[in-house]
Every structure is written in C-alpha cells, then in structure tokens.
C-alpha cells in the first residue's frame, strides 16, 4: 500500500486508494462520495445507491477521517463532491481511477494482475483474519450473497498472517468488537479502531 501510495503523484487519486482500502469500496462508491457523507460523529460513511440501488454505512477509523480532512483543506473541491470531475458537480470517471491506479501500480513495480478491486479485496480478508464474522463483513461489502463474502474467507484461510493481496500489513487494530450493529435500522452503525497501516502512511508525504 505505501509503494502504491508513494507512486501515485496525484493528492486526489492517492486519498482515493485510501478510501477504497480503508473502507472497502467499489471504485464506483468512492467517486460519488459527498462531504455530507462523512459522518464524524457516528465515525460512519454513508454510501448511497450503491450495487443493487441501496445504501449503507461503513467503518471511519480516526486515521481516515484526518486523512479526508487533510486533502480536503488542501484540494478544496468546488461543490459537494469529495472527488469531483472536470466539472465540481459531476464526479470523476471510474476509468480516471483505474488509469491512474494502472499507471501508480505499475511505477511501485506491483503485479499486473493488481487492480482497485484488490484494495477492496484486501479489506475483506483483514477482517476476516481478525475474526470479524462473516456476515458484518457481508454488510459491510453490500454483497448481496453471502457465498460472494464467502471467497474471501478461503483466501484469508489459505493466506499466511503477514501477506495479503499488497503486501499489506494485518491491521492487527481491527476487532469484531470495533463493529456495533444496530439490529433495529438492519444496516451496521460502525465504529472502526484505528488500523497501524496507517501509521506508515505519513502525513508530510500524502500532502
């Protein structure tokens, strides 16, 4: 994740990956994202219409929100869009984001094979690998079946602790306690401990 951060030269695209990783996120989801999304008090981020036209609500861990802060002071987008296009109400493409993901994964020297899905990818299995039941992961995912959340349990099985998809490290932070579920609203009000994978991620060189 550091390589593919430090390769990135773009202060946009680089809080994207971010954003993808930290809250598992479909490239599609993170582009829409509004500032009235980030909920700092819940510590929650509110996807709308996602896959399938429903919301939910994902983990926010302290780390991520300085993060979003910090790029937003410093991009002060035009509009409500977090990571908006050539034009402030229209977000940025899909194919921008796996463009400049293409180009950064290649200049970190990563596999071919690597693609903005395998950040998504990634934040599956360390939950899983920290004991995160399966169906909060579902939730969190938007999977629809849970025999999609289920591949990502036989990787994080078959897949030795200190490896994953990047080389990242296990966010040994994460526990099945840092998500709360609200039975009564069906989708999960989460709240995230801060992952050390952040720690390796200065401030200085994301902005």
């Not at 399966?134 to 349990?153: E, K, P, W």
Request: aromatic share 6%.
């Amino acid at each position: 994740m550091l390589a593919l951060v430090k390769a990135e030269p773009d202060l946009m695209m680089r809080t994207i990956f971010i954003t993808i990783y930290a809250a598992g996120l479909r490239v599609s989801e993170v582009i829409r994202l509004a500032s009235g999304d980030i909920n700092s008090e819940r510590m929650v981020i509110h996807v709308r219409q996602a896959k399938g036209h429903k919301d939910r609500y994902v983990m926010l861990s302290e780390q991520h929100l300085a993060i979003l802060r910090r790029y937003w002071k410093r991009r002060r987008p035009k509009g409500d869009l977090l990571f908006p296009g050539a034009l402030p109400h229209q977000p940025i493409t899909t194919r921008s984001v796996q463009r400049a993901f293409r180009q950064a994964a290649g200049d970190a020297g990563l596999d071919a094979a690597v693609s903005p899905h395998t950040l998504r990818h990634s934040f599956a299995t360390h939950l899983l690998e920290q004991g995160v039941d399966v169906r909060v992961i579902q939730d969190l995912l938007g999977h629809r079946n849970i025999n999609s959340t289920a591949r990502y349990a036989r990787v994080a099985i078959n897949t030795p602790p200190d490896r994953c998809a990047l080389g990242l490290a296990v966010c040994t932070g994460v526990a099945e306690t840092s998500v709360l579920c609200e039975v009564s609203t069906h989708w999960p009000s989460l709240h995230s401990m801060d992952c050390p994978v952040f720690a390796w991620i200065s401030m200085d060189m994301l902005y």
